[in-house]
Nanobody, 116 residues
Framework: VQLVESGGGLVQPGGSLRLSCSASGIVLANFATGWFRRVPGKEREAVSCISRNEDIWYADSIKGRSAISRDRAQNTVFLDLSSLEPGDTAEYYC???????????WGRGTHVNVSS
């Protein structure tokens, strides 16, 4: 089983990114998929999740400027981030749980750097 995040990069404040979480070895739609981010020196933060039933949750930190979605054909979950701020700079991870469970499958992360 492998989860692979992609779509990170350097973006200017106010810009947008689409992060992808692609799975192999499992049908991702059979699991919840959570997005988390971590800044060095700070605790990991859950930022969004989509359940098996397509229930959606966003952290207040990104609510109103983000959208999580699932593409079953691509076995992928997306996180669209817009109006990015320097405070969004972090390593972003996806996992097969809405909580940071050690028993979930985790990707290795994709780095988002919001800077002018």
């Amino acid at each position: 089983v492998q989860l692979v995040e992609s779509g990170g990069g350097l973006v200017q404040p106010g810009g947008s990114l689409r992060l992808s979480c692609s799975a192999s070895g499992i049908v991702l739609a059979n699991f919840a998929t959570g997005w988390f981010r971590r800044v060095p020196g700070k605790e990991r933060e859950a930022v969004s999740c989509i359940s098996r039933n397509e229930d959606i949750w966003y952290a207040d930190s990104i609510k109103g400027r983000s959208a999580i979605s699932r593409d079953r054909a691509q076995n992928t979950v997306f996180l669209d981030l817009s109006s990015l701020e320097p405070g969004d700079t972090a390593e972003y991870y996806c996992a097969t749980d809405c909580l940071p469970s050690p028993s979930a499958y985790w990707g290795r992360g994709t780095h988002v750097n919001v800077s002018s």
